[in-house]
């Protein structure tokens, strides 16, 4: 079936998922992940990688090192230059997506969860009509337990991994950090690609090994924080009890004049710390206000920040 007719199909037929309007997602197929400069689009579900090796196509030259394997030296330009340089290649790799998507105690409010299933499911999108294999898991409980559906390819795999994202519940009392998540995620995954992490990031846990671990396996890191309105913007005009949703502790507040003010610095310098784990390490940061319009999210912050193309 052509792409043409795909997409005729789509508007004809039902809501595809609750998640995201159908006219929504015809506009995300159009779109892309933008993965960095290790990975270039050549062709549908298909990235380079530059190596050498006996790929089937010629990038550039550089000079012979001891120790190069003497098969890729150019003998013609040697024959010229009496120089040894070792010709490099093109690899064709397929790009993993690899999903994360936290559903523990913190995500049940202000509707985090929900936008964060709406990004996901966006995301599987744009991977899957680029078909790159795409993986789907999600988070919340301290074991060994992490629902998935993946790695699947192509827009037949559109219903299985919509309806797996749609089903994602919270757990309330879950609390699982995403190193944990990670750590059990790649002992089933295997390739490079990219990793989208969709969280409030307010689970305990060390971000900084979590980064670690995923650069390490090859996965560039798409961070992004889910937050609601009251945690950007809070009312803090009266005294308050705040409690921890995540371990229940309880905290007394008396407000203060410039009790606002600190609020807004701590959240600046923690999102600051989360951009330089991820930036460090070749990847992306960027904070998303659960209430704003979805269309704005995606078509607007999202290809600003060099998330989507």
Not at 133 to 153: A, D, E, I
Not at 182 to 197: A, F, N, Q, S
Not at 236 to 257: A, G, K, Y
Request: overall charge negative; hydrophobic content about 40%.
């Amino acid at each position: 079936m052509t792409k043409d007719r795909t997409r005729i199909k789509l508007m004809e037929q039902a809501q595809v998922t609750k998640l995201l309007g159908n006219d929504l997602l015809h506009r995300l197929e159009r779109l892309r992940i933008n993965a960095s400069g290790r990975y270039t689009n050549r062709m549908r579900g298909e990235h380079l990688a530059a190596k050498g090796g006996s790929s089937m196509e010629f990038a550039d030259y550089r000079d012979y090192v001891e120790g190069d394997d003497t098969r890729f030296i150019d003998w013609n330009i040697f024959s010229r230059l009496r120089k040894p340089y070792i010709k490099l290649f093109h690899h064709e790799e397929q790009m993993q997506i690899v999903i994360l998507v936290d559903a523990s105690s913190s995500m049940l409010t202000d509707g985090k969860l929900h936008r964060a299933q709406q990004l996901a499911a966006a995301m599987s999108t744009c991977g899957l009509f680029a078909a790159e294999p795409v993986s789907v898991y999600t988070f919340n409980q301290p074991t060994n337990n992490l629902p998935m559906v993946g790695p699947s390819t192509g827009r037949g795999s559109l219903h299985k991994l919509l309806k797996f994202i749609e089903n994602i519940e919270s757990d309330e009392g879950g609390n699982q950090p995403p190193d944990n998540a990670v750590d059990t995620m790649l002992k089933r995954h295997r390739g490079k690609g990219v990793v989208v992490l969709l969280s409030d990031f307010l689970t305990y846990g060390d971000l900084k090994r979590t980064f670690n671990t995923l650069n390490n396996a090859g996965l560039e890191i798409f961070a992004c924080q889910v937050l609601g309105e009251r945690e950007l913007d809070p009312d803090l005009t009266s005294d308050l009890r705040l409690v921890d949703c995540e371990n229940n502790d309880m905290l007394d507040v008396t407000v203060q004049d410039n009790l606002l003010g600190l609020y807004h610095e701590y959240l600046s310098n923690f999102q600051n710390t989360i951009a330089a784990l991820a930036r460090q390490r070749g990847g992306k940061f960027l904070c998303v206000n659960a209430a704003d319009d979805l269309n704005t999210v995606l078509f607007d912050q999202m290809r600003r920040e060099g998330w989507l193309v």
